[in-house]
């Protein structure tokens, strides 16, 4: 039967809503994203910005060209992990969905939508996952019916090493992208003095770490290293370190496709480091477009239609978020 699984994510920052037909074709998601009028983000507020944006964002689905209510066949919703007052929002708007549609619900784990999303998009098939997002940093690889972390941050998150360096130096939320502007004006060989902008280089075998770079990078720009240079710096150091674990996740799984993920994968940067370690290993280097790169409600349907494609989908009873949801709890058993 022909029918569209409508997917909410709402792990953090934005609260988004989506759609993928049975047939796995992908349609752009609507979405609200959070910004802060200060300081980092309040889970309560974000949760309010999520139930406020909700009528507004289920209208504008139903505007969606070719879109009926009545071809909805279940509705997905991320599970975990993410933020508890963000993720209720999410699953309570997908419970009354499901009970008023009468069509079963599947709660998600948001990582591995990342992963799925990607592989429809990209067409690859078993890669080594480089997910670099706002509070998660993951290297995960798919073995025995799960995908597995082979390494991840041991403190914050890329996307949020960035979004802090940028907030404190007046750049609002979300700081990546204008870091990625101001890098890109750096010629390195002609302007940079190395010891200048060298920074601490987080990696403890297969795992990362951002907090001392972050340090260290505020401290140089406080005694006059010019943020544009310190934007590059750290752009160099926090994606070498990522592509670096991720090259080590290759060489040991064999696996020869790499897939990025995450809104960090937006950047240009990092893409092209990627792209450089791969092809020096005959590997391929794949990534989705940037909307689905960030967190989007379009990724969670992709992975619900996967998931019901096996008769998988949650019970009422079994639908409570999990905020420490980890990427291999979800059991794999999909293509
Ligand atoms: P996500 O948590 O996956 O939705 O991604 C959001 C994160 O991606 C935020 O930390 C952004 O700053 C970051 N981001 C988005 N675009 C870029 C970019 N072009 N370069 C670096 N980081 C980015
Ligand atoms: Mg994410």
């Known amino acids: 039967m022909q029918g569209i699984i409508l997917g909410i994510e709402s792990t953090a920052h934005t609260f988004s809503f989506g759609i993928v037909g049975t ?5 752009p998601s609507k979405s609200s994203l959070f910004r802060p009028e200060e300081g980092g983000i309040h889970p309560r507020e974000a949760a309010d910005h999520h139930s406020d944006s909700t009528a507004r964002l289920l ?4 505007k969606t060209e070719g879109f009926e209510w009545g071809d909805v066949i279940a509705i997905a919703f991320s599970q975990g992990p993410g933020l508890g007052p963000c993720l209720r929002v999410g699953a309570s708007v997908a419970r009354t969905l499901s009970s008023t549609l009468e069509v079963p619900l599947v709660g998600v784990n948001h990582c591995v939508a990342h992963i799925e999303v990607g592989r429809n998009q990209t067409g ?3 890669p080594v996952l480089l997910y670099v997002s706002g509070g998660n940093t993951q290297v995960i690889a798919r073995a025995d019916g799960r ?3 082979l390494g991840e941050t041991l403190d914050i998150g890329i996307g949020n090493m960035l979004d802090k360096f940028a907030r404190i130096h007046g750049i609002p939320f979300p700081g990546g992208p204008e870091i990625e502007r101001l890098a890109s004006n750096i ?6 003095s190395l010891d200048e902008v060298s920074l601490p280089y987080g990696v403890h075998g297969m795992d990362l770490a951002f907090s001392g770079m972050l340090t260290s ?11 544009d240079r310190m934007c590059w710096s750290l752009q160099e150091h926090s994606f070498s ?3 670096e674990v991720a090259e080590r996740a290759m060489a040991h799984t064999g696996k020869n496709e790499l897939l990025l993920g995450g809104g960090v994968a937006c950047n240009d940067r990092i893409r092209e480091m990627a792209t450089i370690m791969c092809e020096e290993r005959g590997a391929t280097c794949h990534w989705p477009e940037k909307q689905y790169c960030i967190d989007n409600g379009t990724m969670i349907a992709e992975l619900g239609r996967r998931m019901l494609e096996c008769g998988i989908y949650t019970e009422l009873m079994d639908s409570a978020i999990n905020p420490a949801l980890r990427t291999d709890n979800t059991a794999v058993v999909w293509d």
């Not at 010629?187 to 940079?192: A, D, L, V």
């Not at 140089?220 to 010019?226: A, D, L, M």
């Open 23 to 27: 047939d796995g074709k992908l349609s």
């Open 59 to 62: 209208d504008s689905v139903g």
């Open 124 to 126: 690859c098939e078993d």
């Open 147 to 149: 995908y597995r972390v």
């Open 187 to 192: 010629k390195p060989s002609k302007e940079i």
């Open 217 to 227: 990078a505020i401290q140089k720009v406080s005694e006059g290293v010019p943020l």
């Open 241 to 243: 370190a990522c592509v």
